[in-house]
């Protein structure tokens, strides 16, 4: 009979020395292969982008701004104004004004730092720090006040105000990446010179939001005691992101590789080991085949030597079947006694280990081919633009000259996005998509205390209806983004008047936010927070009066504990902040 020539086989290092290395670096591979098909890296590094809004200081909410004017931040208490500023604060103790027009203008520069400590095992450097500039912060109050009437408008960044820049971005655009280390240290099983153990990338989203409150109202006086507000505040809003993923590259055999290409020639050599191992699976299922007719002819029982002897087979072919043998690991004392049967069944099972490894090594390629498209450069460049409008009603009540109590409610504010997009290598902002941003609704109190000479107290209570919002969920853990309460703040201030025309002021302010773990991410998180401020008023002129203060805010660690859905390893981030503000402000009266 004549037996094929099967045992022409490739480098015994690459494909005979263990089958299961390349089972195990498969099982690896597609680890990698889930993360990113399952969890995009670059479509979870931008939707940060939909929420990290640079809310400033003193937001009683997860987004209103109600640090409006100089006297705020000299004071940190004004719901009982009764100055100019009780056109945000208090507008329905603006009839208390003389009569005559009442203008002022504000700005604030306030610089924030946000702080991520994150645990991550596997990132390069668990601390990012991130910063929020707004130097121009301005607002403006106009009022005209005609006996028990009074006409007001009000200008200033009721949302966001400013740009926040993270540098090097934050955890959730590196874990993706690092954990593409592990899930390819497989690839050192193939050849060492392919063991990756490092990553670098140069990652960067700079972001800035702006929500514009101009107000309009009417405030009348019932008599002395009561007066009524009512009002419409219209919201214009603007974000804009702008954010990259640059220069991802991987440490192979301690050099540093750019990723993209790297893989992609990786991709191939892996793919050509792989029909490596398609050609053994059809040489020794070849093999199988053409000791069948021995075995037909009765020869199934008897060993290569004793064939051999009775010239079944020749002293070629006999060498060939032993040194396939012996290239799949089988002794040659062992070899010298398996019965052809037993040959054609080895060759079978070889067969088969071998076309399966070959399919699993396609899959490899498949994988980093794949990989290799999900660590190309991006780029993110969107405005999105949007407006709405919040109903507003206020109540003063005067019961004495010396006691004023204000009341402030702001219905919830129905606010959609546009996307306007310039480039979008992520397909996260279609041009023209739409996204949902309301700002909640919410109630203000303020009693206010004078001696009329020289001392002046307010006591401050707003309360943010946080809980008829919904905040989406949770990009890190995948949960909803619960608020266990509504948020609140409370705020004392007092004014000491040192003279007629000038007075110096402080106050303080506590802000819980009743937010649950599953609001918390390094996307966006929030911190209960003291305050503290201070400063003066000075009367230029009986009609020109400058306020100016400064302050600073005091905020509570947040830690929060993540379950890696891949690594299954629990591990903590912890989230702070640190703000200081500076303000300035004019106030100019005409008196009719």
């Not at 020395?17 to 680890?31: A, D, G, M």
């Not at 100055?83 to 700005?107: C, M, Q, R």
């Amino acid at each position: 009979m004549i037996i094929n020539s099967i045992f022409a086989l490739p480098n015994k290092s690459l494909l005979l020395q263990s089958i299961k290395h390349y089972q195990k670096l498969f099982q690896v591979i597609i680890k990698l292969n889930v993360l990113f098909k399952k969890k995009s890296m670059k479509k979870l590094t931008f939707l940060v982008a939909l929420i990290l809004l640079a809310n400033m200081a003193f937001s009683i909410g997860l987004l209103t701004n109600t640090n409006q004017s100089a006297q705020f931040i000299r004071m940190m208490s004004r719901n009982a104004s009764l100055d100019i500023d009780a056109v945000y604060y208090n507008p329905a103790g603006l009839t208390k004004l003389e009569n005559g027009w009442h203008f002022s203008v504000n700005n604030q520069s306030i610089y924030q730092t946000k702080i991520i400590d994150s645990q991550f095992p596997l990132l390069n450097d668990g601390h990012y720090e991130g910063s929020v500039e707004a130097p121009i912060f301005p607002s403006a109050f106009a009022v005209y006040k005609k006996d028990k009437w009074a006409y007001s408008f009000g200008f200033g960044p009721i949302g966001g105000g400013g740009s926040a820049l993270f540098e090097r971005g934050i955890p959730s655009f590196e874990i993706p990446i690092s954990k593409a280390v592990p899930a390819l240290g497989g690839l050192g099983l193939i050849d060492p010179s392919l063991a990756v153990s490092g990553y670098d990338v140069d990652l960067m989203l700079d972001g800035s939001s702006i929500f514009w409150g101009l107000q309009f109202g009417a405030t009348y006086q019932i008599n002395d005691v009561f007066s009524v507000y009512g009002g419409v505040r219209y919201t214009p809003a603007t974000n804009t992101y702008f954010g990259t993923i640059k220069d991802i590259e991987l440490v192979v055999a301690g050099v540093n590789q750019p990723a993209a290409p790297w893989l992609d020639e990786t991709s191939g050599m892996v793919n050509g080991i792989s029909q490596q191992a398609a050609g053994a699976s059809a040489l020794y299922y070849g093999g199988a085949s053409s000791v069948q007719p021995v075995i037909d002819g009765g020869g199934g029982a008897y060993n290569l030597s004793e064939l051999e002897g009775a010239e079944f087979i020749t002293p070629e072919e006999k060498a060939q079947l032993e040194g396939g043998l012996t290239m799949l690991g089988v002794p040659q004392d062992q070899i010298d006694i398996m019965p052809v049967s037993t040959i054609q069944s080895t060759y079978n099972a070889a067969g088969a280990e071998y076309d399966a490894t070959s399919q699993q090594l396609a899959g490899v390629a498949t994988s980093l081919a794949a990989t290799s498209d999900q660590m190309g450069d991006s780029e993110v460049d969107v405005e999105q633009t949007g407006a709405g409008f919040t109903p507003i009603l206020g109540l003063n009540i005067s019961p004495n000259e010396n006691l004023n109590i204000g009341l402030r409610y702001e219905h919830k504010t129905y606010l959609t996005l546009t996307n306007s997009t310039t480039s979008d290598d992520l397909g996260l902002f279609p041009d023209g998509g739409e996204v949902g941003s309301d700002i909640p609704g919410m109630f203000g109190l303020g009693i206010g205390y004078t001696d009329n000479d020289w001392f002046e107290m307010q006591l401050s209570f707003n309360m943010s209806f946080d809980k008829g919002v919904d905040w989406g969920y949770n990009i890190r853990s995948g949960a909803h983004r619960e608020i266990e309460s509504n948020s609140y703040d409370v705020g004392l201030g007092g004014q000491f008047n040192i003279s007629k025309k000038f007075s110096i002021s402080a106050g303080g302010s506590y802000n819980d936010y009743g937010i649950a773990d599953s609001y918390q991410s390094d996307f966006s998180w929030a911190n209960s927070s003291v305050a503290i401020g201070g400063g003066i008023m000075w009367k230029l002129t009986e009609q020109l009066t400058l306020d100016a203060g400064i302050s600073t805010v005091f905020y509570q660690d947040s830690e929060v504990t993540f379950v890696d859905p891949d690594l299954q390893t629990p591990y903590n981030e912890t989230y702070s902040k640190e703000t200081i503000s500076f303000a300035v402000g004019l106030s100019y009266s005409i008196f009719r």
